[in-house]
């Protein structure tokens, strides 16, 4: 697979920063509190598409701009026009949808969610198919589908939620649409930790340098156990990491851990 460098994505509906080996997304209409677009959709599942071809990320942030996360789905820009699309319109459209997190699950990066404020809807489903989440007390999370006549069922969200915190909390806020309090979120094992709003990029950054400055082939080993093995048998599941770990203990990082600890130093991670 060829590979690119992070400077070569250019994304345009949001911001893109890259320091280091973190890269940082920023969702970025704080006036409307950073609605996703049909366009944004689209650009947000491509470049984690790249991300898989991208040799000098290790980990990615995402975020939203003036203390909110994301409102959802544009209330003029999408929810006005589908309710005029034919049905193979709505299908392209929610499969785009899907195709987002499939390409934020499949991406070898780790990816630490940031929320402060609004994370509605789509919003709540990006943060949702993150590895890590950080909050803040004043998050307010909510899968809000029930409120316009939808199911709770988009973007993956019957299936990632459950495991996230459980089957019957997951109902309650797909049936009730209701708002998840920052300090619920967290209590329930959404966030995995609250962080003051000033802190909050900063501490989710410095979380994501840490991980990226680990053993970048066994961080995406790790991910991508953890996504296939919550359809096997745990007999199966052993399996499969007996085969994933043996393969990580043939990449170089694992020989330098080991030399480093024999030389009472601390191992310097390069990914391979």
């Known amino acids: ?7 070569a994505l250019r994304p345009t509906h949001f911001d893109w920063q890259v320091d280091g080996t973190v890269a940082t ?3 970025n209409r704080p006036e409307k509190k950073n609605p996703l677009t049909f366009e944004s959709y689209a650009e947000l599942r491509d470049t984690f598409r790249d991300l898989a071809t991208v040799d000098d990320v290790r980990t990615v942030v ?3 701009a003036g203390g909110n996360f994301s409102s959802g789905g544009d209330v003029h820009e999408i929810i006005g026009p589908l309710t005029k699309m034919d049905m193979p319109a709505l299908m392209r459209f929610t499969r785009m949808t899907g195709d ?4 934020m699950r499949d991406c070898p990066q780790v990816i630490v969610a940031a929320v402060d404020g ?7 489903c990006i943060t949702m198919a993150g590895d890590l989440r950080y909050g803040t007390e004043r998050s307010k999370v909510g899968f809000l589908f029930a409120r316009v006549g939808l199911a709770g069922c988009d973007m993956g969200a019957c299936a990632i ?11 309650e806020l797909f049936y009730s649409g209701r708002m998840m309090p920052g300090t619920q979120a967290h209590d329930w094992g959404f966030f995995n930790d609250l962080v003051a709003p000033d802190a909050l990029l900063s501490y989710a950054q410095d979380k994501a340098r840490e991980i990226a400055n680990g053993p970048f ?3 995406s080993m790790t991910k991508r156990m953890m996504d296939q093995e919550w359809t096997m048998p745990l007999g199966e599941a052993i399996e499969h990491e007996a085969q994933a770990q043996a393969i990580c203990m043939q990449t170089k990082d694992f020989t330098r851990a080991f ?4 030389a009472k130093q601390s191992p310097v991670f390069e990914g391979n």
């Open 1 to 7: 697979m060829k590979t690119v460098q992070a400077t």
């Open 259 to 262: 030399e480093a600890f024999a």
């Open 217 to 219: 082939f066994a961080h």
């Open 118 to 124: 609004i994370c509605a809807g789509a919003g709540a």
């Open 100 to 103: 987002l997190v499939k390409a």
């Open 25 to 27: 997304i920023t969702l």
């Open 161 to 171: 939620l459950p495991r996230l915190i459980g089957h019957g909390r997951a109902a």
């Open 62 to 64: 995402i975020t939203g």
